[in-house]
C-alpha cells in the first residue's frame, strides 16, 4: 500500500458525496474522510514498520515532470492532521444547513485531497499544481457559503485568491528556474542543486513571497481577517487549521532547504518577520469587535511564532515549529466551533452582543475555557510544548528574541481573556443560549482530547517527525 | 518547350503581385463600403495565387496550382459567408458603412 | 538585377504581359476608386479576366479556366446580385474623414516601398529558368497530384464549401425575431 | 510504593476536582463539599507519612514517570522530588488547605456553584502540589501556571460581576508577565547546564569550574521577576488586592498562605542559583524591604476589611524578600509558614465577619462585634498580635529573625523594615479595633442578624489560631528545629544562630517596642478618642494618596494598558487600512492600466488595419534586417 491510495480515496469520496445528493452529502463526505483518516493511520503503521509506502512514476517526459509521492515522518504528521481535521470539520457542520450541500461537502474532501497532495508532492510541480489546486475549493466554499453581505464578501474572497495566487507565481517562477539549473523537478535534485549566492537570494525570496501570503507572516496578512470573518465557519477551520500548514511546511519541506546560504544569511530578519507578526498579531486582536476577527489576528500572532521557529534552523525550532502548528491546527478549530456555536444561537459575531453566556450554558463556558487556556498555552496543553520549544530556540539565538516572542503569553492572555470575559462572563444574557448539543461537545471534547493527551505525551510526534526534521538539517548544512 | 520566364522574368511577376496586393490594401483601408473592401481582399488574394502560379511555372512543379485551387475554394467560401454576413448587417442596420460597425469598441 | 523588359525589341510574350499587367493594375485601380459599386465589380470583372490571362500565359490552362468559372462567373456574380439585393448602386457614399485618407494612402506607400524594397534586395538566387519538359500542370497531372498527394486537404475544401453553403443559407435567412 | 503514595497524594485533589466537575452538581452541596475536603486530607495524611519517613531517613524521594519535553541537548521529564523543603510546604498546603475546605463547606453554602468552588479549590491544590513536589522546573512552571489559572477561577468566581472579572483578568495577567520572566530564566539556565532537573542542577553548579557568572546573574534576575509577578512584588503587587474580589477562603488559602509564597519557594529551591548572583540578592532585598514599606503605608488608611489584610500580605510578603535578599533562605521560610498561619486565620476571621454581617466588607459598617462573636474575636486577637510581632506569638519569632538579618547586612533596610513592621502593628489593630470594639455602626437589619458563625467556621479558625500562637517553636532562636531540618538544602552553612548579645537583644527590644508603639498609637485613636475613617469623599491630602494606593493602578492604566489599547486602536484603524490599501493598490494599478489600454479599442476598422498594415510592414522590415 502507498500514499497514492489515500488521494484516490478522498477523491472518490469527492466525486461520490458530489453525486450522494444534498440530503446524504454530509454522512458520505464524513464516511470517507474517516476512511482517509483510517487509511492514514495504517500508512503511519507501516511507515513505522519500515515499509515503503512512497509512489513513483514518470508523467510527462519533456519537462521532465513524475508523479512522485514521499512519506517521511513530517509529511505523515501533516498528513495525520489534514485526515483528523477534515473529519472533525465535516462533522462540526452536521448541525447546519447548507444550499446545495452535495457541492459544498464535495469541495471540502476535494480541499482536503489537495491538501494531502500537497504534503506528499516530492515533485515541485507537481506540487506547486496541488498547492494551486487547494486554493480553488476554499475560493467556493468563500464565497457561496459565506456570510454577511455578497459584494463585501466578494471583494475579500477575490482579493485572497488572486493575492496568494501571485505569490504563488513567483514560486512558480523559482521551480522554473530550479528546472533549468538541475533539469529535474524532482525535491532530490533541487536540493543537489549548486547555486550561488545571488542565484539563492531570488529563489529564497521568490519562495518567501508565496510562503509569506499562505502562512500569512506580516505585512503579507491582509487578506486572512477579512476572508475569516466572511467565509463560513468550515472554510475558516479548513484555512486556519490546515492551509496555514501548507506555507509552514513548505518552508521546511522547500524552501530552507534549496536556499541553505541564503536561510542562514537572512535568519535574524525573518525571526524578526515572525516576531513582528506575534506582537502586531497579538495587538491587534485586542480592539476587534468581531470575534472571528480576533481569532484570526490570534492566528497571526501563533502563526509567526511558528514561522520564527521554523527560520531557526535548528531543530529546537524546527520541532517546536511543527508540534505548534499541530497544537494550533486543533486548537484554533475549536474556537472557530465555538465561534460558530454563538452563532447558530445569537446570529452574530459581534462581541459586544454577547456576554452573559456562562450563567446559561455551563458546558460550553467550561469547553471554550480549556480551548482559550490552550490557545494562551498552559502547561499540559499540546499548546504549551510547542510553544515553549519554539521560544527555547529563539533564546538560543538571542535571549532577545525570546523575550520579545514571549510576550505572546501576555498579550495572548491579554486578549483571549478579555474576549472571554466579554463574550461568556457578566449578568446572565437576556436571549436565552442553549448549552452545547451532543454533535458539539462531541467535536470540542475530541479535540480537547487530543491536546491534553499530545500536550502530556507528545513522545510518540517526537519520535515521529525527528528523523524528518534532522534529514531536513543535514540537507541545511550539506551535512552527509 | 522553352519557359515562358525566359522571356518575362520572374520578377517582374513578383511586381506586378506586389502592386496588386497594395492595391487591395489600399482599397481596404480606403474605402467605407464593406462591398469594395470585400472586393479588394479579393485582388490581394488574386495577387498572390498570381504568384503561386509563377513560382510553380518557376519551380516547374504542379503544387503551386494545387495550392491556387484551395484558395480559390476558400475564397468562394469567404466570400459567400461575408456576403450573407453583409446581407445580414444591411438588413439590420440599413447600411454597410463600415464606419457604422463599432460595437467592438472597448 | 531587374529584368527590364526591352521595349524595342519586345518579343510578342513580352507586349501581351505588359499589356494584360497594365489592364490588371489599371482596373483594380478603378475597381476600387469608382464611386458606383456597379461599377467596380464590373472593372474587378475584367481585372480578373487579365488575371486569368496571366495564367494561360503561364501555360496554366486549366487553372485559367477554373478562374474564370470560380471569379467572374460566381464570385464577381454573387456580388452583383448583393449589390443589387441592397440596391447600392444609387447610394452615395460619404468620403472618409481626411486624416484616414491620408492614413491609407500612407500605409499603401509603405507597404508598396516594402514589399519591393525587400523584394529587389532579396538578390534571388540567379540561374538559368529550368524546362525540364515534363509536364506538370496538365489536367492529368494535376488530377493526380490532387486526389493522391492532397487528398485529404481537397476533401477537407469540399467540406468548407459544405459547411459555407449551409451557413450562408442560415445566415441569409430572415430571422424570425416577431414570435 | 513511595511512588504510588506520591502519585496518591498528587492525584487525589485532581480526582476531587474530576468528581466535583462532572458529577458535583447531582449530589448534594455539602456531599460535594466533604468529597473536597476528604481529597485534601488524604493528601494531608500521606504528607504526615512522607514527613515522617524524612525524618528518619533524611533522604529525599525522587520519582521519574515519563518523558515529556524534547529539547535537543537534553529532555524534561514528569519527575517529583521529595525532600525536606517540599514537604514542609506540602504539610501546611495540605494542612491548610483541609482546614479552608472544610471552612468553605460552611462558608459557601448558599451559593448555588459550591460543586464548582470546591472543584476548583481542588485543582488549585493539585497544581500547588505540582508546583512544589516538581523535581524540575519546567513541572514547577505547570504548577505555577495552574495555580495561576486557579486563582484566575476563584477570583472570577462571581462571574456575573464585571468587576471582579476584570480583577481576576488582571491578576492573571500580571502573573503572566512574571511567568515570562520565569520562562526566560528556565530558557537560559537550560541552555546553560543543559538541564532544568533541581539536583542535576546543583550538581552541575557545584563542580562545574568556569561559570558564565554574568548569565546566571541574568537567569537569576528573570527568575526573581517570575517570582514578583506570583508573590506580588512592585512593580508586579497591584493585582493582589484586586484579587480579593474572590471569595474569602479563595483570599485566604491562595492569596494569603500558599499561592503567594510560590515566589518564595521557588527562589528556595533555586538558592544555589541565587548565591552566584550577589548583585540580584541585592535588588531582591531593596524590592523586598521597598514593597513592604510601601504596602504597609498604603494598608494604613484602607477601609476595606480584606484589603487591609491583602496589603499586609504584600508586605509580609516582602519582608520574606527581604530575607532572602540576605541569604537567609530558612528564615524566610519559617515566615511564610508563621505568615500562612496567622494571616490564614485572619482571612477567615475577616470571613467569618464577613459571613456575619452577609457580605459588609467597610470596616466603617462594622464595630462592637466582640461580644457576638466571642470565637472569631478571641482568634484574631491572637493572629494580630502574632502579626505585630509580641512575643511569644509566632510572628516575633520570625519577624525578629528577618530584622536581626537585615540589621547585620544592611542597616538602611532595617529601618525600612522596622518601619513597616510599626506600621504593621499600628494597622492590624486599628483593624480589630475598627472592627470588634465600640458600638455596631452598620444598619439595624445587619444588628439584629448578627451571629456567631457555625462549627465549621469556627473550628479552622481555633486550629490557626494556635498555630499561630505556637508556631514560632519551630525555629526559637537559640534552638532551631527548622533551620537543622532544611540544612541538606543549602550549599553554603545555613545561617549560624545569631550570636546573642546586646545588640541582638537591644534589637529585640527594639522590634517588640515598635510593635507596641503601633498598638499604642491605634489603641488612642481609635479606643479612647473611638475615630472612624473618613468617607471616601471626605479624604485629603496624604492620605488620599494612600487611600488610592499612591495612585499605581492609575499609572500603570495610563502607561501599559491605554497605551496598548491606543497603539491597537491605531494598528487596527490605520495600519492595518494602509496594508490593505497597499494590496488593493496593485489591482488598482492593474486596473488603471487596463482602463487606458481599454482606449485604444476604438472599434473603428480603419483604425485596426492601418495599425496592422503598419505591424506587418515592421515585422517585413524586422525579418528581413534581422537576415
Known amino acids: 500500500m502507498n500514499v497514492s491510495v489515500l488521494l484516490i480515496i478522498l477523491l472518490v469520496g469527492a466525486f461520490a458525496t458530489y453525486f450522494a445528493g444534498d440530503k446524504l452529502a454530509s454522512k458520505v463526505a464524513l464516511l470517507f474522510s474517516l476512511v482517509a483518516f483510517g487509511l492514514s493511520i495504517a500508512l503511519l503503521n507501516s511507515y513505522n514498520a519500515g515499509e515503503n509506502i512512497s509512489f513513483f512514476k514518470y508523467w510527462i517526459n519533456k519537462p521532465a515532470i513524475a508523479y512522485s509521492l514521499t512519506a517521511d515522518g513530517l509529511s505523515l504528521i501533516m498528513l495525520l492532521l489534514t485526515t483528523a481535521l477534515t473529519p472533525l470539520i465535516i462533522y462540526s457542520s452536521f448541525e447546519n444547513e447548507y444550499k446545495n450541500a452535495k457541492s459544498f461537502y464535495a469541495l471540502i474532501l476535494f480541499m482536503s485531497f489537495a491538501m494531502t497532495g500537497t504534503f506528499l508532492a516530492s515533485d515541485g510541480l507537481l506540487y506547486y499544481i496541488f498547492w494551486e489546486l487547494s486554493l480553488i475549493p476554499i475560493y467556493f466554499i468563500a464565497l457561496i457559503w459565506g456570510n454577511g453581505d455578497v459584494e463585501e464578501r466578494k471583494k475579500a474572497v477575490v482579493k485572497f485568491f488572486i493575492y496568494t495566487l501571485a505569490g504563488s507565481l513567483f514560486m512558480l517562477i523559482a521551480f522554473v528556474y530550479l528546472y533549468q539549473k538541475a533539469g529535474s523537478f524532482l525535491i532530490a535534485d533541487l536540493y543537489n542543486v549548486k547555486l550561488s549566492r545571488v542565484e539563492q537570494f531570488w529563489i529564497f525570496w521568490a519562495f518567501f513571497l508565496a510562503y509569506a501570503i499562505k502562512i500569512p507572516i506580516i505585512p503579507f496578512h491582509t487578506w486572512q481577517a477579512k476572508v475569516y470573518q466572511k467565509a463560513p465557519t468550515v472554510g475558516t477551520m479548513l484555512l486556519s487549521g490546515i492551509m496555514l500548514k501548507m506555507g509552514l511546511y513548505s518552508v521546511l519541506r522547500w524552501q530552507i532547504p534549496v536556499t541553505p546560504i541564503a536561510s542562514k544569511t537572512y535568519l535574524p530578519i525573518l525571526i524578526g518577520f515572525g516576531i513582528a507578526g506575534v506582537i502586531y498579531g497579538s495587538i491587534v486582536a485586542l480592539r476587534q469587535k468581531d470575534l472571528k476577527k480576533l481569532l484570526a489576528y490570534s492566528s497571526l500572532a501563533h502563526v509567526g511564532l511558528i514561522a520564527a521557529g521554523c527560520y531557526t534552523l535548528n531543530i529546537d525550532g524546527l520541532r517546536g515549529a511543527v508540534l505548534q502548528m499541530l497544537a494550533h491546527g486543533f486548537v484554533v478549530v475549536g474556537l472557530f466551533f465555538a465561534a460558530e456555536i454563538i452563532f447558530r444561537r445569537y446570529e452574530t459575531r459581534t462581541i459586544a452582543d454577547m456576554g452573559g453566556i456562562r450563567s446559561q450554558a455551563p458546558k460550553f463556558a467550561s469547553l471554550f475555557m480549556i480551548l482559550v487556556l490552550a490557545s494562551v498555552a498552559l502547561p499540559t496543553t499540546f499548546n504549551f510544548i510547542g510553544e515553549f520549544t519554539v521560544l527555547y530556540s529563539l533564546s538560543q539565538i538571542n535571549i532577545w528574541f525570546a523575550l520579545l516572542g514571549g510576550t505572546t503569553i501576555i498579550l495572548g492572555a491579554y486578549y483571549m481573556l478579555k474576549m472571554y470575559q466579554q463574550v461568556m462572563l457578566g449578568e446572565t444574557n437576556a436571549r436565552v443560549f442553549a448549552d452545547v448539543s451532543f454533535h458539539e461537545t462531541l467535536v470540542l471534547v475530541i479535540i480537547i482530547a487530543v491536546i491534553f493527551i499530545f500536550g502530556l505525551y507528545p513522545r510518540p510526534i517526537n519520535n515521529l517527525i525527528t528523523p524528518a526534521l534532522d534529514q531536513i538539517l543535514r540537507t541545511l548544512f550539506r551535512i552527509q | 518547350m522553352t519557359n515562358i520566364l525566359n522571356e518575362i522574368g520572374i520578377e517582374n511577376y513578383i511586381f506586378l503581385s506586389v502592386i496588386l496586393f497594395c492595391i487591395g490594401v489600399f482599397g481596404v483601408l480606403y474605402r467605407r463600403n464593406a462591398i469594395i473592401v470585400f472586393m479588394s481582399i479579393e485582388i490581394m488574394l488574386n495577387a498572390v495565387n498570381l504568384l503561386f502560379v509563377a513560382f510553380s511555372t518557376y519551380h516547374q512543379d504542379a503544387q503551386g496550382q494545387v495550392f491556387v485551387f484551395f484558395s480559390m475554394a476558400v475564397a468562394a467560401a469567404e466570400v459567400a459567408v461575408g456576403l450573407a454576413i453583409l446581407v445580414s448587417i444591411f438588413r439590420n442596420l440599413g447600411s454597410i458603412d463600415i464606419n457604422n460597425l463599432k460595437n467592438l469598441k472597448g | 538585377m531587374i529584368h527590364i523588359p526591352d521595349f524595342a525589341h519586345a518579343s510578342t510574350i513580352q507586349i501581351v504581359f505588359c499589356v494584360l499587367a497594365f489592364i490588371t493594375v489599371i482596373t483594380a485601380f478603378l475597381a476600387i476608386f469608382s464611386r458606383n459599386p456597379i461599377h467596380s465589380a464590373l472593372y474587378l470583372v475584367i481585372c480578373f479576366f487579365t488575371i486569368a490571362g496571366h495564367y494561360l500565359l503561364l501555360n496554366a490552362q486549366f487553372l485559367a479556366i477554373v478562374h474564370i468559372i470560380v471569379y467572374s462567373g460566381a464570385i464577381m456574380i454573387l456580388f452583383l446580385f448583393t449589390l443589387m439585393l441592397m440596391n447600392l448602386n444609387k447610394q452615395n457614399e460619404v468620403h472618409k474623414p481626411r486624416i484616414t485618407r491620408l492614413g491609407a494612402i500612407v500605409s499603401f506607400c509603405l507597404i508598396c516601398i516594402v514589399l519591393i524594397l525587400v523584394f529587389i534586395n532579396s538578390k534571388p538566387i540567379e540561374g538559368e529558368y529550368i524546362a525540364t519538359g515534363e509536364d506538370y500542370q496538365s489536367i492529368k497531372v494535376l488530377g493526380h497530384v490532387l486526389l493522391n498527394e492532397y487528398m485529404v486537404p481537397f476533401e477537407f475544401a469540399s467540406i468548407l464549401l459544405l459547411v459555407a453553403m449551409i451557413g450562408v443559407v442560415l445566415l441569409s435567412k430572415k430571422e424570425k425575431t416577431e414570435k | ?627
Not at chain 4, 216 to 228: D, E, H, K, M
Not at chain 4, 496 to 524: C, D, K, N, P, R
Open chain 4, 1 to 627: 510504593m513511595n511512588t504510588n503514595l506520591a502519585l496518591l497524594l498528587l492525584l487525589a485533589p485532581l480526582l476531587g476536582f474530576l468528581f466535583n466537575i462532572f458529577f458535583g452538581k447531582k449530589i448534594s452541596k455539602t456531599a460535594s463539599g466533604i468529597v473536597g475536603t476528604l481529597t485534601v486530607v488524604l493528601s494531608f495524611a500521606l504528607t504526615l507519612c512522607f514527613f515522617s519517613k524524612i525524618n528518619i531517613d533524611q533522604q529525599p524521594i525522587k520519582i521519574q514517570l515519563f518523558d515529556w519535553i524534547q529539547i535537543s541537548n537534553f529532555r524534561v521529564d514528569f519527575g517529583f522530588l521529595l525532600d525536606q523543603l517540599s514537604i514542609l510546604w506540602l504539610l501546611f498546603v495540605t494542612g491548610i488547605g483541609s482546614l479552608i475546605h472544610l471552612y468553605s463547606i460552611s462558608y459557601m453554602h448558599d451559593d448555588e456553584n459550591m460543586h464548582k468552588f470546591f472543584a476548583y479549590l481542588n485543582l488549585f491544590i493539585f497544581f500547588m502540589i505540582t508546583l512544589v513536589i516538581g523535581s524540575n522546573l519546567l513541572v514547577l512552571f505547570i504548577g505555577w501556571e495552574g495555580v495561576g489559572l486557579c486563582s484566575y477561577l476563584l477570583i472570577g468566581f462571581w462571574h456575573k460581576n464585571q468587576e471582579y472579572n476584570d480583577a481576576a483578568k488582571k491578576a492573571f495577567i500580571m502573573n503572566r508577565i512574571g511567568d515570562l520572566g520565569l520562562l526566560i530564566g528556565i530558557f537560559i539556565i537550560g541552555s546553560l547546564f543543559s538541564t532544568l532537573d533541581y539536583t542535576t542542577l546543583k550538581t552541575a553548579i557545584a563542580s562545574s569550574a568556569n561559570l558564565d557568572l554574568a548569565m546566571i546573574s541574568l537567569a537569576a534576575f528573570a527568575l526573581f521577576i517570575g517570582a514578583c509577578g506570583k508573590s506580588a512584588q512592585i512593580p508586579l503587587y497591584t493585582w493582589l488586592p484586586d484579587a480579593m474580589a474572590g471569595p474569602t477562603p479563595v483570599s485566604a488559602l491562595i492569596h494569603a498562605a500558599t499561592m503567594v509564597t510560590a515566589g518564595i519557594f521557588m527562589i528556595t529551591r533555586l538558592n544555589y542559583v541565587f548565591d552566584l548572583a550577589p548583585e540580584v540578592q541585592n535588588i531582591i532585598a531593596i524590592i523586598g524591604a521597598v514593597t513592604s514599606l510601601v504596602a504597609a503605608t498604603i494598608a494604613l488608611v484602607q477601609t476595606d476589611i480584606k484589603k487591609v489584610l491583602a496589603y499586609s500580605t504584600v508586605s509580609q510578603l516582602g519582608l520574606m524578600f527581604l530575607a532572602l535578599g540576605f541569604g537567609a533562605y530558612e528564615i524566610a521560610v519559617f515566615h511564610v509558614i508563621t505568615h500562612a498561619f496567622f494571616k490564614a486565620c485572619l482571612f477567615l476571621g475577616s470571613g467569618s465577619v464577613i459571613h456575619a454581617l452577609h457580605g459588609e466588607q467597610d470596616m466603617r459598617r462594622m464595630g462592637g462585634l466582640k461580644k457576638v462573636m466571642g470565637i472569631t474575636f478571641i482568634t484574631f486577637l491572637l493572629s494580630t498580635l502574632a502579626i505585630s510581632g509580641i512575643p511569644p506569638f509566632s510572628g516575633f519569632f520570625s519577624k525578629d529573625e528577618i530584622l536581626m538579618t537585615a540589621f547585620e547586612h544592611n542597616q538602611a533596610l532595617w529601618v525600612i523594615a522596622s518601619l513597616a513592621s510599626l506600621m504593621t502593628a499600628f494597622y492590624m489593630f486599628r483593624l480589630l479595633y475598627l472592627t470588634f470594639f465600640n458600638e455596631f455602626r452598620g444598619t439595624e437589619h445587619q444588628k439584629s442578624h448578627l451571629h456567631e458563625s457555625p462549627a465549621l467556621i469556627t473550628f479552622p479558625l481555633i486550629v490557626l489560631a494556635i498555630l499561630a500562637t505556637i508556631g514560632g517553636l519551630i525555629s526559637l532562636p537559640t534552638n532551631s528545629w527548622l533551620n537543622s531540618y532544611l540544612a541538606p538544602l543549602f550549599s553554603k552553612e545555613a545561617h549560624e544562630a545569631h550570636h546573642f548579645g546586646t545588640t541582638e537583644y537591644s534589637l529585640m527590644a527594639v522590634a517588640v517596642l515598635g510593635g507596641l508603639i503601633g498598638i499604642i498609637i491605634a489603641f488612642v485613636k481609635y479606643i479612647k478618642q473611638t475615630q472612624v475613617p473618613a468617607e471616601d469623599a471626605e479624604i485629603t491630602g496624604l492620605a488620599k494618596v494612600l487611600y488610592n494606593k499612591y495612585y499605581v493602578d492609575e499609572i500603570y492604566d495610563a502607561i501599559f494598558v491605554k497605551s496598548i489599547n491606543a497603539l491597537s486602536r491605531f494598528f487596527r484603524d490605520y495600519v492595518e487600512t494602509t496594508l490593505s490599501s497597499l494590496v488593493f493598490g496593485l489591482g488598482k494599478v492593474t486596473n488603471e492600466i487596463s482602463y487606458q489600454g481599454k482606449k485604444l479599442q476604438t472599434g473603428s476598422i480603419g483604425f485596426y488595419l492601418f495599425v496592422f498594415v503598419l505591424g506587418l510592414c515592421s515585422i517585413v522590415t524586422y525579418l528581413f534586417l534581422a537576415q
